[in-house]
Nanobody
Framework: QVQLVESGGGSVQPGGSLRLSCAAS????????MGWYRQAPGKEREFIAG???????NYADSVKGRFTISRDNAKNTVYLQMNSLKPEDTTVYYC?????????WGRGTQVTVSS
């Protein structure tokens, strides 16, 4: 099993920044790709960004140029730097880790962008 714990969520004004962190523990040898999703109430979970163990990244069009995903393999941690935040970025953000045919999810962290 892999356990994922997110941190760094909170409230920020439009145009502000937040950095989310997600620390993995447990059977971390299983992990190849890590990433972030978000899910608003009543909506499907939305892919935000992903990063492979070698550092290849990809982003949803809605966050490209504003969000940056990074990874510290030594610390088994993935980060999501979020800049130029908009009210529509408000929702719960989930960390994910996948590998060896399985996907693991964190419990989520709330991000609120409001003036």
């Amino acid at each position: 099993q892999v356990q994922l714990v997110e941190s760094g969520g909170g409230s920020v004004q439009p145009g502000g920044s937040l950095r989310l962190s997600c620390a993995a523990s447990g059977s971390i040898f299983r992990i190849s790709t890590m990433g972030w999703y978000r899910q608003a109430p009543g909506k499907e979970r939305e892919f935000i960004a992903g990063i492979t163990i070698s550092g290849t990244t990809n982003y949803a069009d809605s966050v490209k140029g504003r969000f940056t995903i990074s990874r510290d393999n030594a610390k088994n941690t993935v980060y999501l730097q979020m800049n130029s935040l908009k009210p529509e970025d408000t929702t719960v953000y989930y960390c994910t880790a996948s590998g060896l045919g399985r996907t693991y999810w964190g419990r989520g962290t709330q991000v609120t962008v409001s003036s």
